[in-house]
């Protein structure tokens, strides 16, 4: 299986100011035929389910804000917010598919 | 808008079966693979297992291979997942998702408790 593993376990950032997480994956996620990572991030709020948020490792989906975004490639990935907002209270998690998918255990983001 | 809604989650005692449905709307279920994931109390998110959209193709993570089997009827709409031997550890909530791009599509989850 490949572990994700994804730093810090939890997060306290002011209002507007940028939160970084990361997530390493104990093997590769890059898929050299096509050149894509099969990387992806997910929001999950306080009791509601999981929202995909990022795929690919940097590609948005649809309707999501443009203060988030995805970067890295191979085994380190990174999951930016530039500029927190109250809404963005949550735990985020990194999942690969390039094997069975696994998730990381997830990052806490909360306000400082 | 694409909707995924689970049902069948009860409270069942160690050693029993449950079945869970997963009724899609709004999209062409058919042209979609789809999965089954799972979230214990306090805990993160665990896949479970995915099928094809043709089911021909099944996928279990080792924690429910043998015990759980996921199927679909695309003439229905629905995605299943019938579990068997079931103990205290297989207790959660338990999402059904789409697989296109990665897991695109949620439902809102149905509860499984296993307790005596």
């Known amino acids: 299986d490949t572990v994700m593993t994804q730093s810090p376990d939890s997060l306290a950032v002011s209002l507007g100011e940028r939160a970084t997480m990361n997530c390493k994956s104990s093997q590769s996620v890059l898929n050299s035929s096509n050149n894509k990572n099969y990387l992806a991030w997910y929001q999950q709020k306080p009791g509601q389910s999981p929202r995909l948020l990022i795929y690919w490792a940097s590609t948005r989906q649809s309707g999501v804000p443009d203060r988030f975004s995805g970067s890295g490639s191979g085994t380190d990935f990174t999951l930016t917010i530039s500029s927190l907002q109250a809404e963005d209270v949550a735990i985020y998690y990194c999942?690969?598919?390039?094997?069975?998918?696994?998730f990381g255990q997830g990052t806490k983001v909360e306000i400082k | 808008e694409v909707q995924l809604l689970e049902s069948g989650g009860d409270l069942v005692p160690p050693g029993g079966s449950l079945r869970l449905s997963c009724v899609a709307s709004?999209?062409?279920?058919?042209?979609?693979?789809m999965t089954w994931v799972r979230q214990a109390p306090g805990k993160g998110l665990e896949w479970i297992a995915s099928?094809?959209?043709?089911?021909?193709?099944?996928y279990y993570a080792e924690s429910v291979e043998g015990r759980f089997t996921i199927s679909r009827d695309n003439s229905k709409n629905t995605l299943y997942l019938e579990m068997n031997t079931l103990s205290a550890e297989d207790t959660a909530i338990y999402y059904c998702t789409t697989y296109f791009r990665a897991f695109d599509f949620w439902g809102q989850g149905t509860r499984v408790t296993v307790s005596s």
């Open positions: 099928i094809s959209w043709t089911g021909d193709r099944k």
């Open positions: 999942q690969q598919f390039f094997s069975l998918p696994t």
């Open positions: 709004g999209l062409t279920f058919r042209d979609y693979s």
